[in-house]
């Protein structure tokens, strides 16, 4: 089973994350990276939903991300979400294309209850890339992931 570090003291909370979308408008401009506020928050949407199971894995890619994933994510998690590298890869069906149009309020809404069910899960679970994890790994991928593309919008203050 994988077993991930704790979440930095840095990294907010589902609750913490939840509040920061109050004060996020459609017109907010990243720090870096292509993706605007709403396609931002479909994409962290998105990647809850894999977490969740949602999205399926080709079965090269599970292979890959069960060899090397955990070394990936054991190092990203011990650091601080501001610290994570910018512009890193994403797979497609996760990934927002420049183009898409993608209404704030209703992404908004589909990541709140996205928290919702993260906030919710206990026991193990089976990570469609990476296996058995526990419920809390799952929270801390979540919320660091997302944390660091709020950082990328200014919600949680500065990246640099």
């Known amino acids: 089973m994988l077993t991930l ?3 930095t003291d840095d990294t907010p ?3 913490d994350l939840a509040a920061a979308l109050d004060h996020l408008q459609a017109d907010t401009t990243p720090r870096w990276g292509k993706m605007n506020a709403p ?3 479909r994409h962290s949407a998105r990647f809850t939903d894999l977490y969740l199971g949602r999205i399926p894995v080709a079965l090269p890619l599970r292979l890959l991300a069960r060899l090397i994933g955990p070394i990936f994510l054991r190092k ?15 797979l497609p069906a996760i990934r927002s294309a420049p183009d898409l149009e993608v209404d704030l309020a209703a992404a908004v809404a589909d990541l709140r209850a996205r928290f919702d069910e993260v906030a919710a899960l206990e026991g193990t679970l089976d990570h469609p890339m990476y296996g058995k994890m526990e419920a809390e790994s799952c929270r801390s991928l979540v ?4 944390a660091h593309h709020f950082n990328q919008f200014g919600l949680l203050g500065p990246t640099d």
Do not use: D, E, I, Y
């Open 5 to 7: 570090p704790a979440p």
């Open 13 to 15: 909370t589902l609750a």
């Open 39 to 41: 396609q931002m928050v």
């Open 76 to 90: 990203v998690l011990r650091g601080s979400p501001p610290a994570t590298p910018k512009n890193l890869g994403t």
């Open 143 to 146: 919320r660091h992931h997302t």
